[in-house]
């Protein structure tokens, strides 16, 4: 087994848990940060025509990792930007069904505008209490997370695809933020049709990235009105001929940070994507287990046969504070401790965090 630790220093000097709040950055985003922000400081004649030859191999490294096209991924500087974007394109009063204690970035944006909403409760049973308020409420638009922040529960993937054979007329919105780097996922064969994500969780490339993939099939039901020159493609374009994801860029974009993606990117690809997301699979299954055999797990996530790499287990703030004075780093988040496992993260982490809970 590849020793995905040693490109990660942080993570030498704690037990790191976190990264549902915020990933690691590997020493190769570092020094690849390193040598941009030299390039800056000396010869720069060049650095405004790089930028958009650079932001055009990055948009194409992110659709070649994600399963998409090239033109259908616009970048943000985080998610909850491109979703309010998303949100003030679409037509008012139209119905939108969201899940019970989404992520307020998911939430908001919806409840606080001029839509109908409806909701569907996160559980055990989380696909069949979908299926049961599109029966009841019959929406126009389903927003969710594929992993949700406070639970960890994965949505079932297959159950998206089939969701939407069944409902083809349902827009489907996805926030892939704890989710995305985790395992495989390809887009074009999802049957969601729009995806959102920041990239400063699982996708370890610190913060101030994001990206949405839109499908051509969708972009008649979001109007983007966000427009500025970087949307353009010359001095010389007019308004009117912005192509549709560039809307989701108005203004120049941050070559440090999405460059930082990149590197990440290529890092995974380098290690091995397939040997990563097995190492993770392989962890969070043998944490489960162990969570559930010391009682640690609410039935939500005990009850569920594929879970993610996230759990909020049984726990006070002493408990937490305990952990945290024993280098754990982890997160008091809905009433229990929140902990998840990364490629970074090994069995001995898993040990350790045994150790202290007993």
């Not at 001095?235 to 203004?251: C, I, K, V, W």
Request: some cysteine.
């Amino acid at each position: 087994m590849e020793d995905f630790r040693k490109h990660y220093n942080a993570i030498n000097q704690y037990t790191y848990l976190d990264t549902a709040s915020c990933g690691l950055v590997s020493n190769k985003v570092m020094t690849w940060r390193r040598q941009y922000d030299n390039k800056l400081n000396g010869n720069v004649s060049s650095l405004g025509g790089d930028m958009k030859v650079h932001i055009s191999r990055i948009r194409q490294t992110v659709a070649d990792f994600f399963g998409a096209k090239t033109q259908e991924v616009g970048f943000v500087t985080n998610f909850s930007y491109g979703m309010n974007m998303v949100m003030e394109g679409i037509p008012k009063r139209q119905k939108v069904l969201l899940l019970t204690d989404e992520y307020p970035s998911v939430s908001w944006p919806v409840e606080h505008r001029d839509f109908e909403v409806c909701y569907a409760k996160i559980d055990e049973n989380l696909e069949q209490n979908i299926e049961d308020a599109i029966k009841k409420h019959n929406p126009d638009i389903f927003i969710f997370s594929i992993v949700q922040w406070l639970t960890g529960i994965k949505i079932d993937l297959e159950f998206v695809k089939q969701l939407k054979k069944n409902h083809p007329k349902l827009l489907l919105i996805a926030d892939g933020t704890q989710y995305l780097g985790t395992e495989a996922f390809d887009f074009e064969a999802s049957g969601i049709d729009v995806l959102g994500t920041s990239c400063y969780k699982w996708l370890t490339s610190g913060f101030g990235t994001g990206f949405f993939i839109v499908r051509t099939s969708a972009r008649e039901s979001i109007q983007l009105r966000t427009i500025g020159f970087f949307s353009a493609e010359t001095f010389e374009s007019n308004r009117e001929d912005t192509a549709y994801m560039n809307h989701f860029e108005p203004g120049h974009l941050d070559i440090l940070g999405f460059g930082s993606l990149e590197q990440s990117l290529l890092l995974m690809q380098s290690l091995g994507e397939g040997k990563i997301y097995d190492h993770i699979e392989t962890l969070s299954k043998k944490a489960k287990s162990r969570f559930e055999e010391k009682g640690l797990l609410p039935d939500h996530t005990r009850l569920r046969s594929n879970h993610s790499s996230i759990f909020n287990l049984k726990g006070d703030e002493a408990l937490f504070e305990n952990s945290m004075e024993n280098n754990i780093v982890c997160a008091l988040r809905g009433g229990g401790i929140r902990v998840g496992f990364h490629y970074y993260n090994n069995e001995s982490d898993l040990d350790f965090l045994m150790e202290v809970l007993d």
